[in-house]
């Protein structure tokens, strides 16, 4: 088993950032090849934000935060984050970071991810 836990969000002002970050314990070894952040507004589907390979650090970003957002990981330390850059009003949403082993062109679809953190709520106001 894989736990997750999120910590960083908050509430910012348009144009602001935040950093999220996300720690992994249990049994990481072997047990998943990706990370990724996603994340759902109310009234909407959970949607995929970015994902890195842990292997090499290869990411893969959504295009609505291409540019704005980064993701990073820490291998020896089991994190990842999630840094967020101009901020927008649209970027309002509980974010969680997953982990798993998504297929080819999957990455940033909630199918491939086993392990789910609770969730930290970012809003951003105008």
């Known amino acids: 088993q894989v736990q997750l836990v999120e910590s960083g969000g908050g509430s910012v002002q348009a144009g602001g950032s935040l950093r999220l970050s996300c720690a992994a314990s249990?049994?990481?070894?072997?047990?998943?090849?990706?990370y990724a952040w996603f994340r759902q507004a109310p009234g909407k589907e959970r949607e995929g934000v970015a994902a890195?390979?842990?292997?090499?650090?290869?990411?893969y970003n959504a295009d609505s935060v291409k540019g704005r957002f980064t993701i990073s990981q820490d291998n020896a330390k089991n994190m990842v984050y999630l840094q967020m850059n101009n901020l927008k009003p649209e970027d309002t949403a509980m974010y969680y970071c997953a982990a798993g082993w998504p297929n080819t062109g999957t990455w940033l679809t909630t199918a491939g991810y086993s392990y789910w953190g609770q969730g930290t709520q970012v809003t951003v106001s105008s």
């Open positions: 890195i390979w842990r292997r090499d650090g290869t990411t």
């Open positions: 249990g049994d990481t070894a072997n047990t998943y090849n990706y």
